[in-house]
């Protein structure tokens, strides 16, 4: 019994960890696709920021700023996609591709050049995000040790949490919000009344660059403490998948992203104590949704002029 | 001023010369890279130049160009038929890994009915890979983007997987599987690569390469059943009312589609690797292949060149590191050349530089 309370502690906390990076790249991901960009390049920016963040973390010794710059690495690229997207018309599928081959390539490079090698050097515990409530509640009872599991996730997590509340609120009470999604609705209709679409989808797609950067900051700046170049390989991807998983709403790209990281944090459990195949088990949570959506979540209503360049002239 | 003019226009109006100045920028983005770096630019654009002057050389970049030539085929014609099949990632991989287990279980078969064998698993699989997606999305109404990506994951897990399994696993140490027969090699003569000082990889794959194209060619020109998915992809409710079956249409598209990846993967295992590794993460010839698909405009020919681009920049990069330079220049070239393609209508807007101002 008490093994299993610890091993539950356990998945607890690396669902939480394993989520993080994904919610914020996935809240990023919902604020461009419900103004109507389609941004593929989420995968990209997340990259960015993972290297900004760790590297500007390594120098400066504050993993605050070197957070926050991460985010704003991302935004750099957000701003790139919406520069071709928004502005220009591109297609943005291309456009998207395109950042998700300049992001890493870029960082790569830089990190090259500093580090004479495609590895950043490791961070120092103060240099990473803070565990906040790490040993808390002593480690003598099961319950103690249950508690200290889960509350052992950094302070990102906390923050991703309160952002989740924060962006369900800016999109479903506010006036800017519902003026974001109606963009994405129906351009045309939004000029007419007088929303100003261009610079409506041009912050969005700045903001879901932020925010992704911010995500990508999280994987490198707290479990892993250096940035490689597989870092981030393929969790842009999921976190596009946990939006569309949850039909494009901050509160449903929450349950996508929990879903992930608790099929993650199973993986480490199971991976270390018993005989399951490990590349089986990583198979869970794929299918798992794959599943999930045929029986509870069926077709999702993709924003209507999502993915359609809006060009004002017309 | 006239001739200036009809210039500018004759630019403005060419989508090949998109490409080209999308190129041209790519290499010069580059370029500005190297500078900041503090590289010689000549000693790496020449080391990328020098890739293509022997003969050795040259059957490199084609036996590089291959899988993803047809990778970009099968993107291409997902594009052609208005579905973005991002997961030709995961058919690639199972494609790969089911000519493996023919090339090594069936190994002692003659060569030619091997090969084909090969081919035929690889596409079956593919094509299956495509095939749940498209039935994911008709009957369920399950948005396609998001199952390519879990079934992209799904393909690689279930590649590693099968790559441990006994009597597939090398004997030896290698996390990776045995090699494939002999039989199923499609590498030149070992005599001939040598009298003709071709890469030792050099292979048939190329000929396929190139009737896949013709093919493909003529499925979407020449046929209707290549008009039927362009009709499709145009205006799905259209081609509804005009009494086409989208669902089937859509189910055959990624079908043919997943084919090709799935063949793709094939050739890169019969004409290069001769055996598939355990990955710790995702090769990349799938997302190849939609850059290669958008260098080319989606055009078999178009795609075909393309691909030999992509060729030569994957193996001259990987060439770089002997003169100092990272191999990630070639992303940022790539990604700087798809970029400019994506916003092409800047060179569209070329002719009406002059206009404004007079």
């Known amino acids: 019994m008490n093994n299993f309370i610890n091993s539950l502690g356990i998945i607890l906390y690396a669902t939480l960890v394993y989520a993080t990076p994904l919610l914020y790249a996935g809240l990023g991901s919902c604020f ?47 701003m790139l996609h919406a520069v071709a997207t928004v502005l220009l018309g591109a297609d943005q599928t291309i456009a998207g591709t395109a950042i998700n081959m300049l992001g890493p390539g870029i960082v790569i490079m830089i990190a090259k050049v500093l580090f004479d090698s495609t590895d950043t050097i490791p961070l120092t515990a103060t240099q990473k995000i803070p565990q906040l409530f790490s040993g808390l509640f002593g480690t003598d009872t099961t319950f103690g040790r ?25 999109f479903y009470k506010t006036r800017f919000g519902l003026r974001m ?20 989808r041009f912050l969005c797609v700045c903001l879901s660059g932020f925010l992704a950067g911010l995500g990508g900051a999280c994987v490198t700046m707290t ?36 879903l992930f990281g608790f099929c993650s944090g199973l993986k480490v459990v199971l991976g270390g104590s018993s005989g399951f195949n490990m590349h089986l088990i990583s198979m869970i949570p794929y299918i798992v949704t794959v599943i999930v959506l045929i029986l509870f979540v069926g077709k999702s209503h993709v924003p209507a002029a999502n993915g359609k360049p809006y060009i004002k002239s017309r | ?19 080209l100045l999308s190129i041209i920028l790519g290499f010069l983005i580059g370029a500005i890279f190297l500078v900041i770096m503090r590289l010689s630019v000549g000693e790496a654009y020449g080391r990328l130049l020098k890739s293509i002057t022997s003969v050795k050389g040259i059957t490199y970049v084609i036996v590089y ?12 014609f997902s594009f052609k038929t208005g579905v973005f099949n991002i997961g030709a990632e995961g058919q690639f991989v199972v494609g790969s890994m089911a000519a493996a287990i023919v090339g090594i279980r069936l190994g002692t078969l003659p060569k030619p009915v091997l090969i084909i064998l090969c081919f035929l698993a690889a596409m079956a699989v593919g094509a299956l890979w495509g095939i749940i997606v498209a039935f994911l999305k008709t009957k369920w109404g399950i948005n396609e983007v998001l199952s390519m990506i879990m079934f992209n994951w799904i393909a690689f897990y279930l590649s590693n997987f099968i790559a441990g399994l006994p009597g597939i696993k090398s004997d030896g140490s290698a996390e990776a599987t045995q090699n494939i027969s002999d039989n199923a090699s499609m590498l030149f003569p070992k005599e001939f690569i040598k009298k003709m000082d071709f890469a030792p990889t050099a ?26 998915l362009k009709a499709v992809g145009f205006n799905k409710n ?11 249409s859509i189910m055959t598209a990624l079908a043919i589609s997943g084919a090709l990846a799935g063949l793709a993967g094939a050739l890169q295992l019969m004409g290069m690797g001769g055996r598939i590794s355990i990955f710790s993460s995702q090769e990349g010839f799938g997302f190849a292949g939609i850059v290669v698909a958008l260098i080319g405009c989606s055009n078999p020919f178009g795609v075909f060149v393309a691909g030999l681009f992509y060729g030569w920049l994957m193996y001259g990069g990987s060439k770089l590191n002997l003169v100092g330079a990272p191999t990630q220049l070639i992303n940022v070239i790539v990604g700087t050349v798809v970029f400019f393609i994506a916003i092409s209508v800047i060179f569209s807007n070329l002719k009406y530089l002059f206009r404004k101002k007079g």
């Not at chain 1, 842009?236 to 901050?250: C, D, L």
Request: hydrophobic fraction near 55%.
């Open chain 1, 32 to 78: 461009s696709e419900v103004s109507g960009v389609v941004n593929i390049g989420i995968e990209g920016m997340m990259t960015a920021g993972a290297f900004t963040g760790t590297v500007v973390a390594y120098f400066t010794g504050n993993p605050w700023i070197g957070f926050i710059c991460g985010g704003l690495a991302g935004a750099f690229f957000g």
């Open chain 1, 146 to 170: 249950f508690m200290n599991n889960v509350f052992a996730t950094y302070a990102s997590t906390y923050l991703v949490f309160i952002a989740v509340i924060v962006v369900w609120f800016v």
């Open chain 1, 181 to 200: 999604r109606a963009c994405g609705e129906h351009p045309m209709a939004c000029e007419t009344l007088g929303i100003n679409v261009i610079s409506m």
């Open chain 1, 223 to 258: 479990v892993s403490t250096q940035f490689r170049p597989i870092s981030i390989v393929g969790q842009g991807f999921i976190a596009i998948a946990a939006v569309i998983f949850g039909k494009f709403r901050p509160q449903g790209a929450l349950v996508g992203c929990l």
């Open chain 2, 1 to 19: 001023m006239k001739k200036k003019k009809s210039f500018l226009e004759f630019v403005s109006d060419n989508k090949f010369i998109h490409i």
């Open chain 2, 65 to 76: 160009a291959v899988p993803y030539i047809v990778a970009g085929l099968s993107v291409a």
């Open chain 2, 203 to 228: 292979n048939w794959g190329i000929f396929v390469a190139i009737v896949i194209m013709i093919v493909i060619y003529i499925i979407i020109d020449k046929t209707t059943l290549g008009y039927r």
């Open chain 2, 238 to 248: 259209a081609a509804e009312y005009g009494g086409i079956n989208v669902n089937g």
